[in-house]
């Protein structure tokens, strides 16, 4: 039987997001930027569930992440962009926004743009893994290249389906 | 059909689709306009999972279950992108007549004006990450090179450098010793007399870059023999500095002159005795227009008044906005040549009403009244008070 789940998109604007779901989804790539306003929903049928991947507009300064999104999520992908120290940072805080919304469900986190020359602080990479229990995988991600996008995404599913 | 003719008729005009379930979640009933929101191989029928439509519910159970205990009224779900559509879900509970709780969904389709705001905002968004970008990496590159500092002997003469100097002006070090430090920095203090001084150079991408220099004097048994300088960028003080003077001068939404610029003209022109005519007008019921429409109708109108007045006027003639719904306009011509332009101000609202959007023809009229140097006031804090006053004589009459 299939499960059917909700799953949410976290992090700063231009992380990656939308470039994520599409290469998980239609396994394409685009270069051009086209920042996601509101959510986008679009749908992944894997062999034993149906993942409904709730994409939403990034966190900016001005504009916080909407709550009413996250309701009734039974996981979160957090998204941090290698090449911007501060959305990795700020990592710590959508968890936490995600933890008050909706406790206890897993989360992965994807370390993005690794295909371009990033950051690579061992420091503050090793640090979000501590950031919470519920963390059960990091990958460093490239939409562009399709690197490691599909195992997090089943990370996520395994972590969600044992859950359930 | 439980959902009666009226409330359907309401929907329907508002470009509103709805969809009515039980707390089985099996659809009830629905208007034509659901099918612009489902999938197309998705079919309406009576009695279908809800889930199975909109994929929207999935993931909401425990809050629909929560709508229905009446422990909240309303599950408000903004900007749901479908179809190349933006729309807000609404759930809210029904109570038919015979006492039956049901959901009622409202998918409300945002306008035609949302949507170019919306194309706007991606607009400002894509700018935004690509200066973000670019500025990280930047930031990156200066972590990797100190401030630039150099040594010059007393005739000015580099003798010795760091890389940031070498990376900056993208020069191997040998080909920067021993030159004059004027080759490479402009400044006004080449003595090099004072402790900080401005210096200005070009990068390579031929950009003016603005350093605050700071000289410090290396000394031998008290005798200076060298001076270290190092410079700080403070380019971005120029970018502040100009965007301040924008703002103390210019309105941010119209892009026209504000009171502060217009007063300073007038100021300019009285003192070489040269005539004028000040047209003031204020917008009627503009508050009415914000609390009806919305701020955005608001700012849409004020940006709508502000190009037709510019439109209208010539090259030399200065439109400003001097107050929240307040225009004027500095005409350099004598009043009995400006009539025919007045009566054509005064026809703006009746031949140009502001189309917000298909379905919102914003209607609006002002009050305007004029005020002539030297005829009538003799510096410009008399004329201001002269057209106060007849702007309120004529909002009482």
Known sequence: MQIVYKVVMIGDFGVGKTSLVQRFINNSFSEEYLSTIGVSIAKKTTEHSTIMLWDIEGHTEFKPIFKQYLLGAKGFILVGDMTRIDTIKALQHHIELCHGIVPDVPIVIALNKADIENIENAEVLQQVEKISSHIVKVLKTSAKSGEHVEELFHALDKAVIEGL | ?397
């Open chain 2, 1 to 397: 059909m439980i959902l009666d003719t009226i409330n359907r008729l309401i929907c329907q005009k508002h470009k509103t689709s709805f969809m009515l379930f039980d707390k089985n979640f099996k659809l009830l009933d629905f208007n034509e306009l659901l099918k612009d929101i489902v999938d197309d191989e998705v079919s309406l029928t009576f009695g279908e999972d809800i889930r199975e439509i909109v994929w929207s519910f999935i993931g909401l159970e425990e809050e629909l279950l929560a709508l229905f205990r009446n422990e909240k009224k309303l599950i408000h779900i903004p900007m749901i992108l479908k179809n190349d559509h933006y729309y807000d879900l609404d759930i809210e509970i029904l109570e038919t007549q015979e006492g039956e709780k049901l959901f009622i969904a409202y998918f409300i389709y945002k306008s035609k004006n949302s949507i170019e705001y919306i194309e706007m905002i991606k607009e400002i968004n894509k700018k935004t990450l690509i200066n973000e970008t670019s500025k990280d990496q930047e930031r990156q590159m200066l972590l990797n090179k100190e401030l630039i500092s150099f040594t010059v002997d007393l005739d000015g003469i580099i003798v010795a450098l760091n890389d940031a100097l070498a990376y900056f002006l993208h020069l191997e070090k040998d080909k920067i010793q021993g030159s004059h430090f004027s080759t490479f920095f402009q400044t006004r203090n080449l003595l090099l007399e004072d402790k900080n001084i401005i210096f200005t150079a070009k990068n390579p991408a031929n950009k003016v870059i603005y350093f605050n220099a700071t000289v410090l004097p290396l000394t031998k048994n008290g005798k200076i023999y060298e001076n270290m300088i190092i410079c700080q960028d403070i380019s971005y003080l120029q970018e502040v500095k100009k965007k301040l003077e924008y703002v103390s001068e210019f309105d941010t939404l119209t892009a026209l002159p504000n009171k502060n610029y217009l007063l300073q003209e007038i100021d300019r022109h009285s003192m070489v005795h040269k005539s004028f005519v000040i047209a003031y007008i204020d917008i009627k019921n503009f508050t009415e227009i914000n609390k009806e429409y919305g701020f955005h109708a608001g700012d849409m109108l004020l940006k709508h008044i502000a190009k037709l007045l510019e439109d209208m006027m010539r090259v030399e003639d200065i439109v400003a906005r001097i107050g929240s719904n307040q225009f004027a306009v500095l005409f350099q011509i004598s009043y009995k040549n400006l009539l025919s332009t007045l009566e054509r101000i005064k026809h703006i609202p009746l031949n140009t009403p502001l189309i917000y959007s298909k379905e919102d023809k914003i209607d609006f009229s002002f009050y305007m009244v004029t005020a002539q140097y030297p005829e009538e006031a003799e510096n410009t804090q008399a004329i201001m008070e002269i057209l106060e006053k007849k702007m309120l004589r004529e909002k009482v009459q």
